[in-house]
């Protein structure tokens, strides 16, 4: 109630990408605090009794999971506020999108509410300082004891002015240098913000940069990397059933569905949030049909209750992600769900 009468009074009034820029760093002060820290952590971020369990036990991941629901890519572009994520209860966190070199995004404005459609739209365009320096803070945050137990996706897409004839090598170079610090890698060909960047969703184009992400990562990290492709709410079903036969063809750990969506008519940019739930349900029950019980499936895209998220896990994800639903519901909300679905008799098929 008291974040509900902030966001209304205070937030809204603000513009919506510096405010974003404001919570990441004050939810990055505040993980640097120990005492504030464990006491945030003891008042929001609870993890559940029974984390998500490794995959030799039937999970998605190689370790533990502490929950269901973690942080979607495009919230710490840097990787600056890992631990505080983890803080307030989110069960992984996915941060990016990083590019192979640096780049300032779009030209402001570029991102807007809707909360109305409890939604957000975004152009923001990939901004971020680059892959080199997101080894380097991704190593810093290794380099703790606090740092290793937190699960960590690395998303990666193409550079702007990198031509789509060179996305291979782009794409390789980030791999190389973020896969070590990594849990897994998400190779993202689905944001609507960079030109032409979701043509490479088409199969003949996708397969050449996941076998050069999955290369490079593995020989960075001296071990297997877990590999995902994000992929958007606006493909048609055959081409869903495409890029499900190629994880399938090419022995990829996993789907992470779906990104942003450009059906709509609000202006230009993505639209996260609550419409995209009855689409990405949609896309997360064909790909499970599709794939059989092998592959992970992240489900994403409009989860903004315990019913939206067992909806998306009864549709076959394994795990689940948020980001507008946290900007609209505040930082008890993530460690809420997460408890909540610990309880819930209602799991997903792979540790029932």
């Known amino acids: 109630m008291l974040y509900d009468l902030l966001y209304k009074t205070v937030l809204t009034r603000i513009d919506p990408e510096l405010i974003h820029d404001v919570c990441i760093e004050a939810i990055e002060a505040t993980s640097r605090v120990p005492l504030v820290r464990d006491a945030v952590r003891q008042l929001w971020g609870r993890r559940p009794v029974l984390p998500v369990p490794s995959a030799n036990q039937g999970g998605p991941f190689i370790r533990p999971v502490p929950g269901l629901l973690g942080l979607a890519a495009g919230m710490d572009k840097e990787g600056r506020a890992v631990e505080g994520m983890d803080m307030l209860g989110f069960g992984f966190i996915e941060v990016g999108t990083f590019t192979a070199s640096a780049q300032d995004g779009n030209d402001k404005p570029r991102m807007w509410r809707h909360p109305q459609m409890r939604a957000i739209r975004n152009r923001m365009g990939f901004n971020n300082s680059g892959a080199d320096e997101a080894a380097r803070r991704l190593r810093a945050l290794r380099s703790t ?78 071990r297997h990397v877990p590999l995902l492709v994000k992929i958007a709410p606006d493909l048609v079903d055959e081409d869903i059933d495409a890029v499900a036969d190629l994880v399938t063809d090419m022995g990829l750990d996993g789907v992470v569905a779906t990104n942003t969506t450009i059906d709509h008519d609000l202006g230009e940019g993505g639209l996260s949030g609550a419409p995209l739930l009855p ?15 092998g592959p992970i499936i992240i489900g994403v895209g409009g989860i903004s209750s315990i019913m939206d998220a067992e909806l998306m896990l009864d549709a076959g994800a394994d795990l689940l992600q948020a980001y507008s639903a946290f900007v609209y519901n505040g930082p008890a909300w993530p460690g809420r769900i997460n408890r909540a679905l610990a309880t819930t008799p209602r799991r997903t098929p792979r540790w029932r």
């Open 145 to 222: 004891a606090r740092g290793r137990s937190i699960i960590v996706g690395a998303n990666i897409g193409k550079t702007k002015v990198t031509a789509l004839t060179d996305a291979v090598e782009d794409y390789r170079y980030s791999a190389s240098r973020v896969a070590r610090w990594a849990d897994y890698l998400v190779v993202n060909v689905s944001s609507p913000n960079t030109p032409g960047l979701r043509t490479l969703q088409n199969v003949d184009a996708l397969r050449p940069i996941l076998e050069a992400v999955r290369d490079a990562g593995d020989a960075a990290a001296h």
């Open 279 to 293: 689409r990405s349900l949609e896309v997360v029950r064909r790909l499970r049909a599709r794939l059989g019980e």
